[in-house]
């Protein structure tokens, strides 16, 4: 809604979805912030970067010209020269390599309807080659939640849980820095009323200082820590039998799979005292409601699917699914990356989770679409840079930095110089469009308007709150013209009127058509959405949306609820003598994953200005480390340096570091191993080694 008042938005940062009010400053673009005090999930706060969140929009840095390159440099073009030269390069590959020769990557930073857009584009260029950055995030999380359970998305929502939940269970999450509000607002609030925190994490953090518990295990080992909670419950009678036996199936699996886990080995395994994990158990599973949030620390693992298999079991076990207050909960990372997937933007499904190898969901589609989908499911994210200069000649990335995100980074971008062609669509040059030929200029966040979809399901609208700088264009208005272009008819005169199916005259336009091809959107429209917005699943439009999920029966095949039993998994490399330590990463609280808007907020950057490590005193004694000191780090696949932070916040045997510096950039050293099931890749846990630096 725009007024004298300014105009109601959403952050551009975390998949809590913050309402905000942008109010334009001037004639250059500037805008600034005040509270929306009537925000549906925030009412007027906002964390350090939501507060921040405009220094970027008319940033210096701001790509404004289409640029073409040339004998090596870029040039600038107009918007036809570097249309034309997109058009013939994806026509020219899929001529001489066929369709799957491209890969698309959409992004969790951009909205519903420009994602639906460019896997549209994908679809009707021949390929499910198709993926964006939840596959780096929670894409075992999705699997698991999908396959148990129904849908992969969160179970519940904020307000059900500050409401009744009286326990929260927080493994490989951090809520108090990564999504900000949903803490202040959701948990402290719950806490205050006397909830119990259990948190689940190698690294102490600002979630700590409110946990009740602390269960700091060694990086990669959340199976054998579950496993003896799981077995606690069993042996101590705390399993809620009648809901086990009335909704859920494979019980017996998961007994079988525990009966020859010794609790004392596993404890050992995870570094943690048996007595904690046996009273967190007894916490968790006494509790009326107990809510389980689960984070990347759980994910981004080659044995994702079966860490967050495990936090299924525990739910199912003890009936703590299908009622306020309870479930499982993923803490979601980009402001639309729940929104980007349901609208298919996926290699393996289509709009609302539709799979492309089931004839019946693809013909569905395709009635409204009116062409074929190939039904084979295409190439994930990093099996697409895996495959570039070999099966895959070319890519087409909006809005995505696979340079700065994809672990062995140093890899990735021997890759991308393989290809034969990639167009970038961003805001600004990052590291991924300095391997670009062409680089398209798109608006931000605060010049446009579409829908994206938080962490707990809720679709919300943003908003254009400032003019359209220098010749940049709105990511939907460059898909519809590179579509219309490569599938309109080329004698028509008007292309715009063409039945391409890209001919939309706005994101309002898309969004009809989405709601059409996914049903879960089906009861949702702009003008319901209002300034409230409508959480999912919403198949009609009277449908109020719904808050949890659940209640009845799950949305599996039968009905019930998948138990499975899992068992550990260690990370793919081990502390060694050249490599005796472990690196994880995580996420810091005033900067955003790979750091293109982040790290050119001058709020930000001088909060935290540069990469650090954390090691532990004991590490950094033998090592000769003092804290300040600058050290590198070195794996198998490269060497970083930075600044060594000495805190016990991490244990003895682990460093921690954050994803979001290019000039120290820790996914040169990360293991790009990847889950066999959900293909994301192992950043957690990489062998390391750590030495101070030489002086110069
Ligand atoms: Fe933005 Fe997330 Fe902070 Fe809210 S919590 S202001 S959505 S970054």
């Not at 295990?217 to 705390?238: A, F, R, S, Y």
């Not at 949305?555 to 490399?573: F, K, M, S």
């Not at 090691?615 to 198998?636: F, K, Q, S, W």
Request: proline share 5%.
């Amino acid at each position: 809604m725009s007024s004298d008042d300014g105009v109601h938005t959403i952050c551009p940062y975390c998949g809590v979805g913050c309402g905000l009010r942008l109010e334009r400053d001037g004639e250059e673009g500037d805008v600034t912030i005040s509270p929306w005090f009537d925000a549906p999930v925030n009412e007027g706060a906002l964390c350090v970067k939501g507060g921040a969140s405009t220094e970027v929009v008319a940033h210096e840095d701001r790509l404004t010209e289409p640029l073409i390159r040339d004998d090596g440099e870029f040039r600038s073009a107009s918007w036809d020269e570097a249309l034309e030269v997109v058009v013939a390069e994806l026509e020219r590959i899929r001529e001489e390599h066929g369709p799957d020769a491209m890969g698309f990557f959409g992004s969790s930073k951009v909205m519903n309807e420009e994602n639906y857009l460019l896997q549209k584009l994908a679809r009707r260029y021949g390929t499910n080659n198709v993926d964006n950055c939840t596959r780096m995030c929670h894409a075992s999380t999705v699997y698991t939640l999908r396959n148990s359970l129904g849908a992969g998305a969160m179970t519940n929502s904020m307000d059900d849980l500050r409401d009744h939940a009286d326990v929260f269970w927080v493994q490989g999450a951090n809520p108090a820095e990564q999504h900000v509000i949903t803490h202040s607002h959701y948990v402290r609030p719950a806490l205050r009323e006397g909830a119990t925190l259990i948190q689940v994490d190698p690294h102490a953090n600002k979630t700590t200082t409110d946990a009740d518990v602390h269960l700091q295990l060694e990086p990669g080992t959340d199976i054998p820590l579950l496993n003896v909670v799981l077995k606690t419950i069993i042996d101590e009678g705390w399993v809620d039998d009648a809901f086990v036996d009335a909704r859920t199936t494979g019980v017996d699996h998961l007994k079988a799979t525990l009966a020859d886990v010794d609790v004392e080995t596993a404890a050992e395994t995870c570094g943690v005292p048996l007595e904690e994990i046996r009273e967190a158990a007894r916490i968790y599973a006494t509790a009326d409601n107990a809510a389980i949030f689960t984070g990347m620390g759980m994910s981004q693992h080659r044995c994702g699917v079966d860490n967050v298999q495990n936090e299924v079991n525990l739910a199912l076990l003890t009936g703590n699914v299908g009622r306020p207050g309870t479930g499982v909960n993923p803490l979601r990372g980009q402001n639309n990356v729940q929104g980007t997937c349901d609208v298919g933007a996926m290699p393996n499904v289509l709009p609302g989770y539709r799979e492309v190898d089931d004839e019946a969901a693809r013909s569905a589609v395709e009635d409204v679409w009116g062409f074929e989908v190939p039904a084979e499911p295409g190439l994930t994210n990093v099996e697409i840079t895996h495959a570039a200069g070999e099966s895959v000649a070319g890519l087409y990335v909006m809005g995505e930095n696979p340079v700065m995100s994809e672990p062995d980074s140093s890899a990735v971008e021997d890759r991308l110089e393989e290809l034969e062609f990639v167009v970038v669509q961003d805001i600004f040059m990052t590291e991924t469009a300095a391997f670009a030929d062409v680089v398209l200029p798109a608006t931000s966040w605060a010049e446009r308007g579409g829908t994206v979809t938080n962490t707990d399901r809720r679709v919300q609208l943003m908003r254009p709150a400032t003019a359209v700088p220098g010749n940049t264009r709105h990511d939907l208005d460059i898909l519809r013209d590179v579509g219309t272009r490569l599938f309109g008819d080329p004698d028509s005169s008007d292309q715009t009127t063409t039945d391409s199916g890209f001919d939309f005259d706005g994101p309002e336009a898309v969004f009809e058509e989405l709601r059409e091809v996914a049903p879960i959107y089906h009861g949702i429209t702009y003008e319901r959405l209002g300034l409230e917005g409508v959480q999912w699943p919403c198949y009609e439009e009277g449908d109020a949306g719904d808050q949890y999920l659940y209640a009845e029966s799950f949305d599996t095949e039968d009905g019930l609820g998948v138990i499975r039993g899992v068992r550990h998994t260690e990370p793919a490399e081990g502390p060694d003598e050249t490599y005796p330590l472990i690196l994880t990463t995580a996420r810091l609280e005033e900067h955003y994953n790979t750091g293109t808007m982040s790290t050119r907020s001058p709020t930000l950057r001088r909060r935290t200005p540069e990469n650090f490590v954390d090691i532990h005193p004991d590490d950094a004694a033998d090592r000769g480390i003092e804290d300040g000191d600058y050290v590198t780090l070195r794996t198998r696949r490269g060497e970083i340096v930075l600044e060594a932070n000495v805190t016990e916040a991490i244990k003895q045997g682990s460093v921690w570091t954050t994803p979001h510096f290019s000039d120290a950039r820790a996914n040169t050293l990360t293991n790009d191993v990847l889950d066999p099931l959900a293909k994301i890749p192992e950043y957690k846990a990489a062998a390391v080694e750590v030495e101070p630096t030489a002086s110069e």
